[in-house]
């Protein structure tokens, strides 16, 4: 009896020992499986602005639900998941109230930021009134800010970026071009200003392709993605002039969602 009561007592420590290592097991299988601590910081592109579905905690930053952060997060359940990015934000907005939540536990960051600084809003005001000349001059200005001041701020931005979070791989996200050329609208821009406006967009997204493959970020163009659904394209993935007018020119949920989650989902090492 006594033998038989030892040999129960060692074989529930055996099977306790089993089901203790077992969930152990589990808890770390559980615990890779998933993704990295993800935090998305940027501008109006990065927030959503023109997807709809804005969570109203977030007021004028409008945070959507249909933004490519949340797409990402909502895919691959992230360890831990920030949302800073917000409407209007440049390069001073980024550094002073949106990186608190990176630290040296965050695996993933992603961006797009430079546009606002450049004044594109502006361009754009500007360029829906009369008068191209007026328009290309604007262009020709946001072109020149990015060439000669918008590296310096990038750098800030990065540095900062890097410091905080030393581990992570980031992704900057850069814009589309807004115009297919010689595509179906009958009115609204010449095709002059709508080229201009297009090649400024490439210029600002390979002067922030530079800066981020010099601290060793990786870049994810969205351009190629929106070919075929620009303004004028017939399937468009950006609005034109709407009203609210913030959302003019910015991506569709569906530009959301096939236009920049397919990139991030590419660049994000995952």
């Not at 023109?50 to 639900?65: E, F, L, P, Q, V």
């Not at 351009?223 to 910015?250: K, M, N, R």
Request: glycine residues 12%; contains cysteine.
């Amino acid at each position: 009896m006594k033998l038989s009561r030892l040999t129960a007592t060692a074989s529930a420590f055996v099977v306790g020992v089993v089901l203790a290592l077992a969930g152990a097991g589990a808890a770390q299988a559980a615990e890779s499986a998933a993704g990295p601590a993800y935090v998305a910081l940027g501008d109006s592109y990065s927030s959503g602005v023109g997807s709809g579905s804005y969570d109203s905690a977030s007021g004028s930053c409008k945070r959507s639900t249909k933004a490519y952060p949340k797409l990402w997060a909502a895919a691959h359940a992230p360890s831990s998941f920030n949302f800073t990015a917000c409407s209007g934000a440049k390069t001073g907005d980024v550094l002073n109230n949106q990186l608190g939540p990176l630290n040296s536990s965050t695996g993933l960051v992603s961006i797009s930021i430079g546009g606002n600084d450049a004044g594109f809003a502006d361009v754009m005001t500007t360029c829906v009134l009369p008068g191209e000349d007026n328009c290309l001059s604007a262009v020709a200005n946001a072109r020149s800010y990015a060439q000669n001041t918008l590296p310096g701020k990038l750098d800030q931005v990065y540095d900062a970026i890097r410091a905080k979070a030393p581990s992570a791989r980031v992704v900057v996200l850069g814009y589309p071009r807004f115009y297919k050329l010689n595509g179906d609208c009958i009115a609204g821009l010449t095709e002059s200003e709508r080229t201009a406006i297009n090649n400024a967009s490439d210029y600002l997204n390979s002067v922030t392709k530079g800066r981020a493959s010099a601290h060793g970020f990786v870049f994810g163009d969205v351009a190629t993605p929106f070919t075929g659904h620009e303004i004028c394209s017939g399937s468009e993935w950006l609005h034109s002039v709407t009203w609210p007018i913030d959302e003019s020119y910015h991506p569709t949920a569906a530009g959301q969602s096939g236009g920049y989650l397919p990139v991030l989902n590419t660049a994000d090492g995952i």
